[in-house]
């Protein structure tokens, strides 16, 4: 079945340090692509989006683009900050899954001042 | 950005008690909700889809007499864990789906944390 697979963590990065969590799908569709965000003691937040191949998507600094040929939406930030500190998960959707959300195991970030 | 509304965000609750979790959209219809499980470092399962005025669809492996689950109105879904034990604590995570001509997306409810003792 199609599914989702991310970089384990925790991630520990120094504050204003470089970020990338790979993201890998399989899709026998064209599924759309996610990033969520949450944060402690709280529900996901959409973080990004892209729906179709070589779409990026960004908010807040992160980036993330559709790569069909190697399936891939990695997620980066170029200079993070302690507000970042978060658990980030990956996932795809779309119309022909019924709307379903299918996560991957998420990725701690923790990012020291 | 939409909001979503779950309630309680924490429930503490003897073994063979139920517990009720709602999930409400706030400022959007939503006709269908989705209700997952989130196990300690682990990521989100979804348990059911919740669709207004019909029955719920379960995924493989989840027990509907066990978590039943009532979608009454647009902006209502209600999750009841039934006779709960020790092994149903847990995160329990709503999302409502807006949509607005061809664009889609899925809002979160802060999560319930449920331990039975």
């Known amino acids: 079945g199609d599914s989702v697979t991310q970089m384990e963590g925790p991630v520990t990065l120094s504050e204003e340090a470089f970020l990338t969590i790979n993201c890998t799908y399989t899709?026998?569709?064209?599924?759309?692509l996610f990033w969520y965000v949450q944060y402690p003691g709280e529900g996901l937040q959409l973080l990004l989006k892209a729906t179709k191949a070589d779409d990026k998507g960004s908010n807040k600094g992160f980036e993330a683009t559709y790569r069909k040929e190697t399936t891939s939406f990695h997620l980066e930030k170029g200079s993070v900050q302690v507000s970042d500190s978060a658990v980030y998960f990956c996932a795809l959707s779309g119309r022909e899954y019924g709307n379903k959300l299918v996560f991957g195991a998420g990725t701690i970030l923790r990012v020291k001042s | 950005g939409a909001v979503v509304s779950q309630h309680p965000s924490w429930v503490i609750c003897k073994s063979g008690t139920s517990v009720k979790i709602e999930c409400r959209s706030l400022?959007?219809?939503?006709?269908?909700m989705f209700w997952y499980r989130q196990f300690p470092k682990q990521s989100l399962m979804l348990m059911a889809t919740s669709n207004e005025g019909s029955k719920a669809t379960y995924e493989q492996g989840v027990e509907k007499d066990k978590f039943l689950i009532n979608h009454a109105s647009l902006t209502l879904s209600t999750l009841t864990v039934t006779s709960a034990h020790p092994e149903d604590s847990s995160f329990y995570i709503c999302?409502?789906?807006?949509?607005?001509?061809?664009?889609?997306?899925?809002?979160f409810g802060q999560g319930t944390r449920l331990t039975v003792v």
């Open positions: 400022d959007f219809q939503a006709t269908t």
């Open positions: 899709a026998t569709g064209y599924p759309s």
């Open positions: 999302s409502a789906l807006r949509m607005t001509g061809l664009n889609t997306e899925a809002f």
